[in-house]
């Protein structure tokens, strides 16, 4: 007789996936929603500025009336509901329902996206001091000052490909998830094939310009890296235990018998320390070269390939059985030294640029880089960006490694195995990866040239702060006309008889017009996933075990396959959010995403 558990394991076994577009059409999706984010934050159509608790109950009675601000929780409800709908739900129609006609789903957001931005809407410093004037008795706490240190782009890429790997690890037990989007047996292309090299991606892509500056490796930054990847180690372990504990059902072709995914991650710190301290000054792109040639060189010439495919699993023996766990690892740490040398590049600040290519760009006439180009609020000028210089960057390498990838794939004839995590899955992952930061950072930059700078916002303020001093225009006009102006009922807000201010920003105020950019930028959703992001992974697995236990997945009508979904997708983003706006950081490793420190000046 047939049980639950094997009709499971038969569900998602022997598949060969689809083409390479199907899984990429997702990654246009992912784009596509955030064009439409970027259109609506930039048109003030989404709240940009959360409401900051007040410091005080000062009794100091406010220049500018403004309504009661919402609560800090009302407020992170309702904007992670809105960014639910603009940025999951395209997400989940597009694994499900509407994959088939996902090319429509993307030509839909591009088309709201620019209806959002030619129809009327109110001037961004406007918005930004209304927001600020309901919360200028307050400060930014260090959390919300140190989200927005955060490049945005890295955000929303590390971010997004969390949620699509989110959704896909439980949608995959239902009849409405594609096949074709399911992880492949042996070769060919997948969604959740693409999700798992992304993942490694997504980490040492941040992870670079860190371990890049870390100092010298010393026997104690072993015994270090040690103590960060125990967690996820055990991690690993607990799954194992439970997985056999409750006859869990396992796709024993995917990683072996007793491997995990989580072990494969816990053991990049520790192969990372152990070649920076054999190889001083490590180059992580020639570590990637490496790696990848000599486990191909293996797999095509040495029998590797055979071995992994077709050797018997031999009880007893802990290497045969979890072959493809221990073998693949050599791709993955390939494609993760791969994206730390992308980010050791593109992950710096204009004050991290050498002096050799400062000088280059000073010789061609674009001036000093420029940190964060517009978007920092500068307003643009001759000074070349530094977006703009990382977009010229990825273009580079995305030209190179599918140019590289097509090669290999097609003139040697060598098929992607996601198994095995050959040379060509690897190249096809980062091809993929460096395309879609490409993408971000794109989008990024060009709603970036939008943003008013500094001076602007300040020329804009209605009200005259305490501390400001007029001109001598406004100062030099007797007491009876400012009597008159001050009774005149008729007056606004921004009426040119308000007295000057000098064209700049206090302190307090650049800091709230930071948050508030920040907020334009990057969805907030995106900002506390990707502050929690191992521990949202490992809350997905837990629900994803829950509901396989409870529920028979494969007798699932449709609709109450997307409702499980959408409910599922909504409790793991929701506690995404809530540890946010607690102040909690889950930390069980130490690789973040935050801007390198400024370099010193010799």
Same mark, same amino acid.
């Given at each position: 007789?047939v049980?639950?558990?094997d009709?499971?394991?038969?569900f998602?076994?022997?598949l060969?996936?689809? $083409?390479a577009w199907d899984?990429?059409l997702?990654?246009?999706?992912?784009? #596509?929603s955030?064009?439409?984010?970027r #259109?609506?934050?930039?048109?003030?159509r989404?709240p940009l500025?959360?409401?900051l608790?007040?410091? $005080?109950?000062?009794?100091?009675?406010? @220049?500018?009336?403004?309504?009661s %601000?919402?609560?800090?929780?009302?407020?992170?409800?309702?904007?992670?509901?809105?960014e %639910?709908i603009?940025?999951?739900?395209?997400i989940?129609?597009?694994l499900?329902?509407?994959?088939a006609?996902?090319?429509?789903?993307i030509?839909s957001?591009v088309i709201?996206?620019?209806?959002?931005l030619?129809?009327?809407r109110?001037s961004i410093p406007?918005?930004?001091?209304d %927001? =600020?004037?309901? &919360?200028?008795s307050?400060?930014?706490? @260090?959390?919300?000052?140190k989200?927005?240190?955060?490049?945005?782009?890295?955000?929303?890429f590390?971010s997004c490909?969390?949620i699509?790997?989110?959704?896909?690890?439980l949608a995959?037990?239902?009849?409405?998830?594609?096949r074709e989007?399911?992880?492949?047996?042996?070769f060919?292309?997948?969604?959740?094939d693409?999700g798992?090299?992304?993942f490694i991606?997504s980490?040492?892509?941040?992870a670079?310009?860190?371990?890049?500056?870390?100092?010298p490796?010393t026997?104690?930054?072993l015994?270090k &890296?040690i103590r960060i990847s125990l967690?996820?180690l055990l991690i690993?372990i607990?799954r194992?235990?439970?997985?056999k504990?409750?006859?869990?059902?396992?796709?024993?072709?995917?990683y072996?018998v007793?491997?995990?995914?989580f072990?494969?991650?816990s053991?990049?710190?520790?192969?990372?320390s *152990?070649?920076?301290?054999a190889?001083?000054?490590?180059h992580?792109?020639?570590?990637?070269?490496a790696l990848f040639g000599?486990?191909?060189?293996?797999?095509?010439t040495?029998?590797?390939e055979?071995?992994?495919?077709? !050797?018997p699993r031999v009880p007893?023996?802990l290497?045969s059985m979890?072959r493809?766990?221990m073998?693949?690892f050599l791709? =993955?740490?390939g494609?993760?030294?791969a994206?730390a =040398?992308?980010?050791?590049?593109?992950?710096?600040?204009?004050e991290?640029?050498d002096?050799?290519e400062?000088?280059?760009?000073?010789?061609s006439g674009y001036g000093?880089?420029k940190k964060?180009?517009k #978007?920092?609020?500068?307003?643009?000028? @001759?000074?070349?960006?530094?977006?703009?210089?990382?977009?010229i960057?990825?273009a &580079?390498?995305?030209?190179c490694?599918?140019?590289l990838?097509?090669a290999i794939?097609?003139e040697r004839?060598?098929e992607v195995?996601r198994?095995?995590?050959n040379?060509?899955?690897?190249?096809?992952v980062?091809?993929v990866?460096l395309?879609?930061l490409f993408?971000v950072?794109?989008?990024?930059?060009?709603f970036?040239?939008?943003?008013? &700078?500094?001076s602007?916002?300040?020329? !804009?303020n +209605?009200v005259?702060p305490p501390n400001a001093?007029?001109k001598?225009?406004a100062a030099?006009r007797?007491r009876s006309a400012s009597r008159s102006?001050?009774r005149?009922?008729?007056?606004? /807000?921004?009426?040119?008889?308000?007295p000057?201010?000098?064209n700049?920003?206090?302190?307090?105020?650049r800091?709230h017009?930071?948050?508030?950019v920040?907020?334009m /930028?990057?969805p907030?959703i995106?900002?506390c996933?990707n /502050?929690?992001q *191992?521990a949202?992974? *490992?809350l997905?697995?837990?629900l994803t075990?829950a509901?396989?236990?409870?529920?028979d997945?494969l007798?699932? +009508?449709?609709?109450?396959?997307f409702?499980?979904?959408?409910?599922y997708?909504?409790?793991?983003?929701?506690?995404?959010?809530?540890w946010?706006a607690?102040?909690?950081?889950?930390?069980?490793?130490?690789?973040?995403?935050?801007r +390198?420190?400024k370099? @010193?000046?010799?």
């Amino acid at each position: 007789m047939v049980t639950s558990k094997d009709e499971k394991i038969a569900f998602v076994s022997g598949l060969s996936g689809g $083409s390479a577009w199907d899984a990429q059409l997702i990654i246009c999706v992912c784009a #596509a929603s955030f064009l439409l984010f970027r #259109a609506l934050a930039h048109a003030n159509r989404l709240p940009l500025e959360a409401p900051l608790p007040s410091s $005080s109950s000062s009794s100091k009675p406010s @220049k500018l009336k403004v309504s009661s %601000a919402p609560s800090s929780v009302s407020w992170n409800a309702t904007r992670a509901f809105a960014e %639910a709908i603009v940025l999951v739900l395209p997400i989940l129609l597009a694994l499900t329902t509407a994959h088939a006609h996902a090319p429509t789903l993307i030509a839909s957001l591009v088309i709201i996206a620019f209806v959002a931005l030619v129809a009327p809407r109110r001037s961004i410093p406007a918005t930004f001091w209304d %927001a =600020y004037y309901a &919360s200028e008795s307050s400060h930014p706490s @260090k959390s919300q000052l140190k989200l927005a240190s955060f490049r945005p782009f890295s955000v929303v890429f590390r971010s997004c490909l969390q949620i699509v790997t989110v959704a896909a690890i439980l949608a995959v037990d239902f009849r409405i998830f594609p096949r074709e989007f399911a992880k492949t047996e042996t070769f060919g292309y997948s969604l959740m094939d693409l999700g798992v090299g992304g993942f490694i991606f997504s980490n040492g892509f941040v992870a670079g310009p860190r371990l890049k500056t870390s100092p010298p490796r010393t026997p104690a930054a072993l015994l270090k &890296s040690i103590r960060i990847s125990l967690p996820v180690l055990l991690i690993g372990i607990a799954r194992l235990i439970t997985t056999k504990g409750l006859e869990y059902q396992e796709h024993v072709t995917e990683y072996g018998v007793h491997w995990n995914f989580f072990f494969t991650l816990s053991l990049l710190p520790i192969l990372t320390s *152990l070649l920076q301290y054999a190889v001083p000054g490590l180059h992580f792109g020639v570590a990637a070269a490496a790696l990848f040639g000599g486990y191909q060189y293996l797999l095509q010439t040495r029998g590797l390939e055979e071995y992994i495919l077709h !050797a018997p699993r031999v009880p007893g023996d802990l290497f045969s059985m979890n072959r493809e766990g221990m073998c693949s690892f050599l791709g =993955y740490a390939g494609i993760f030294f791969a994206a730390a =040398y992308v980010g050791e590049r593109v992950l710096k600040d204009g004050e991290m640029v050498d002096r050799e290519e400062a000088a280059a760009m000073e010789a061609s006439g674009y001036g000093k880089p420029k940190k964060g180009g517009k #978007a920092e609020g500068e307003g643009p000028g @001759k000074s070349f960006s530094l977006d703009l210089l990382n977009l010229i960057d990825l273009a &580079s390498l995305t030209s190179c490694v599918t140019m590289l990838f097509l090669a290999i794939r097609y003139e040697r004839g060598i098929e992607v195995s996601r198994r095995m995590a050959n040379l060509p899955y690897s190249l096809w992952v980062i091809s993929v990866c460096l395309g879609f930061l490409f993408s971000v950072l794109a989008i990024d930059y060009l709603f970036s040239l939008g943003i008013p &700078s500094e001076s602007s916002v300040a020329a !804009a303020n +209605p009200v005259l702060p305490p501390n400001a001093t007029p001109k001598p225009r406004a100062a030099s006009r007797s007491r009876s006309a400012s009597r008159s102006r001050s009774r005149s009922k008729s007056r606004s /807000r921004t009426s040119s008889r308000t007295p000057a201010r000098a064209n700049t920003l206090t302190a307090r105020e650049r800091e709230h017009w930071h948050l508030f950019v920040h907020r334009m /930028r990057t969805p907030l959703i995106y900002d506390c996933v990707n /502050r929690n992001q *191992l521990a949202v992974f *490992l809350l997905a697995n837990l629900l994803t075990g829950a509901v396989n236990l409870t529920l028979d997945t494969l007798a699932m +009508p449709p609709f109450a396959s997307f409702a499980i979904l959408a409910a599922y997708l909504a409790v793991v983003v929701g506690a995404a959010v809530i540890w946010n706006a607690l102040d909690v950081t889950l930390n069980f490793n130490s690789v973040g995403s935050r801007r +390198p420190r400024k370099a @010193k000046r010799e």
